[in-house]
Nanobody, 125 residues
Framework: QVQVVESGGGLVQAGGSLRLSCTVS????????MGWFRQAPGKEREGVSC????????SYSDSLKDRFTISRDNAKNTVYLQMNSLKPEDSAMYHC??????????????????WGQGTQVTVSS
């Protein structure tokens, strides 16, 4: 069974940076399209960014593209999300997942994905 461990979240002031990590075990990783998702209290989950097997990156929205950078290290079965210039509205629980769609800002997680516990990001103003 696939196991997912997200880490790197925390409390940071507005304008600060965090680097999130997501390590996948129990399955192949190099052939998975991976994405980052976030969910704030009372809001629906939204796709943040995704990265193809080839390493080509898709960003969910223009407002995030200049601040967030997704990357992957297949040797470590890990996908990263570098977040800079953080804003209070970025506060959310962040999860990674393999995706069934990663194209033109549309990021859809695999329905059978075994979600990890996520990592909490809190940005103070």
């Amino acid at each position: 069974q696939v196991q997912v461990v997200e880490s790197g979240g925390g409390l940071v002031q507005a304008g600060g940076s965090l680097r999130l990590s997501c390590t996948v075990s129990g399955s192949t990783f190099y052939d998975r399209v991976m994405g980052w998702f976030r969910q704030a209290p009372g809001k629906e989950r939204e796709g943040v960014s995704c990265i193809l097997v080839s390493g080509i990156v898709e960003s969910y929205s223009d407002s995030l593209k200049d601040r967030f950078t997704i990357s992957r290290d297949n040797a470590k079965n890990t996908v990263y999300l570098q977040m800079n210039s953080l804003k209070p509205e970025d506060s959310a629980m962040y999860h990674c997942a393999t995706t069934t769609l990663c194209s033109r800002g549309i990021i859809v997680p695999a329905p059978s994905w075994n979600w990890g516990q996520g990592t909490q990001v809190t940005v103070s103003s």
